[in-house]
């Protein structure tokens, strides 16, 4: 993660102009991003940027890795084909919140942390030595067990009320805090409900609530002239809607917002595969079938065009390519003629995954700019209600990659 110098709380223009600069780069870029490398071979960037496409191609699989865990120097590689690409590092640069140190200190001790995995116990310790210090009663949006909760009252929290719509967890989260003697308070609670009263002067914190659901708090809370609200955003296209709306006046009101549908949103959050070996190694199987498979269908029904497969029966994986080909084959309706090549095809979907690899460290250099494009919305919006607001990073992006925070306080 690169850093600036933490800031406090930044003045109104400095999210504005950020905003303003991420948007229109990335509006700038589209064809590099648009297009999604599995179910597009021939993007129209392979023929503006041939050098780029042959450079990408070429590399070796040890290349492709190294670069793909350091986005900012392949960033600045790219850089000798597209200039422009230069400015990544600038564009992602948050403060950092906290230390782990301090993070370290205010995660609940192990021996408590019933039911909490160590990574969750970690993130939340970190969320909550980014907000210290804390004072008053704290809201915990969407709380599950209310880990975070019992994490925040363990912080200077006078008390925190959790909603949390699933009954199970709020009776398991209660138990928990009473059995530790932590001054929490699960409640059962659709927090998408037109009849959900804020508590008078609440602290409304929320630690990766998904998409319509930390807007929710956003808009609500300050509607609700919520004291302050604290938000680590994830799943932004988890939403009701298909278009996605901007909240703030400043970026609504720009001469060329960038337009993003649900399934556009998805690839802020686009995460590299990071599961044991055997497991990497099985799903490549399966993505030469489906890329194979793609080849073949774009082959005999002469159409340049990818065909959604949906999800195929678990029976198949310890099968065949020609298997899964016949199978999908009749789910899409498509005959096939007698004497299909499989070997042939099945060679053609694993070049095309080695390309789906190469193509994908590109667009997935827009996953940070596109979620900061998201939150610096958000950021402007607070502000245009009357908030301070500061915004960071919580923890390292191994913690978790959603690590970027929201603290928006009301002055006075
Ligand atoms: C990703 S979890 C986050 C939980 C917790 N903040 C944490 O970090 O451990 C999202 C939680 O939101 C809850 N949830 C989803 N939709 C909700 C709604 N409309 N109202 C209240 N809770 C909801 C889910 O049951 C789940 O416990």
């Known amino acids: 993660m690169t850093s600036t110098p933490a800031s406090l709380h930044d003045p109104a223009p400095v999210f504005s102009h950020r905003w303003c600069r991420v948007n229109d780069w990335l509006v700038r870029h ?49 850089a000798r084909f597209i200039s422009d690409l230069a400015e990544y590092g600038e564009l992602v640069a948050v403060p950092k919140l906290t230390t782990p140190e301090k993070a370290q200190a205010a995660a609940l001790p192990e021996v408590r942390a019933v039911d909490m995995p160590g990574r969750k116990r970690l993130q939340a310790g970190a969320f909550a030595a980014a907000l210290s210090p804390l004072n008053g009663n704290l809201v915990d949006w969407c709380c599950g067990k209310g880990h975070l909760a019992r994490t925040l009252a363990g912080q200077g929290a006078e008390s925190v009320l959790g909603f949390e719509w699933n009954a199970e967890l709020v009776n398991d989260g209660n138990r928990l805090a009473q059995h530790y003697g932590d001054p929490v308070q699960l409640y059962p609670q659709d927090v998408m409900a037109n009849d959900l009263t804020w508590p008078a002067a609440g602290h409304g914190v929320a630690l ?35 278009q996605h709306r901007l909240l703030s006046e400043a970026a609504r009101n720009h001469a060329r917002p960038l337009t993003m549908d649900r399934s556009a949103l998805r690839l802020a959050v686009q995460e590299t595969v990071t599961a044991p070996a055997r497991e990497r190694r099985k799903a490549a199987v399966v993505s030469v079938w489906r890329l194979g498979f793609d080849a073949l269908q774009r082959h005999l029904r002469n159409v340049e065009e990818y065909l959604p497969v949906p999800s195929h029966p678990t029976r198949l994986n310890t099968g065949d390519f020609e298997g899964f080909g016949r199978w999908a084959a009749q789910n899409k309706q498509l ?22 690899r190469r193509h994908e460290l590109l667009r997935h250099l827009f996953r940070r700019p596109l979620e900061l494009w998201l939150v610096l919305d958000y950021a402007m919006f607070l502000q245009e209600q009357g908030y301070e607001v500061r915004l960071g990073a919580f923890c390292e992006r191994s913690l978790t990659p959603r690590n970027l925070l929201l603290d928006a306080i009301r002055p006075g």
């Not at 071979?41 to 793909?68: G, I, K, N, S, V």
């Not at 299909?340 to 979907?349: E, K």
């Open 335 to 356: 005959p096939l003629p007698a004497g299909v090549d499989w070997h042939y095809w099945r060679t053609a979907g694993e070049r095309r995954l080695l390309q789906v």
């Open 30 to 78: 589209q064809p590099l991003w648009r297009p999604v490398p599995f179910s597009e071979p021939a993007p129209a960037w392979l023929r503006d940027y041939p050098a780029l496409a042959d450079w990408l191609e070429a590399m070796t699989d040890q290349e492709c890795d190294h670069w793909t865990d350091r986005p900012e120097a392949f960033a600045r590689e790219a």
């Open 208 to 242: 990766h609530a998904c998409g319509d659901l930390h807007r929710q708090l956003i808009q609500s809370g300050s509607a609700a002239r919520a004291t302050r609200l604290s938000v680590s955003p994830c799943c932004y296209h988890l939403m009701a809607s298909t």
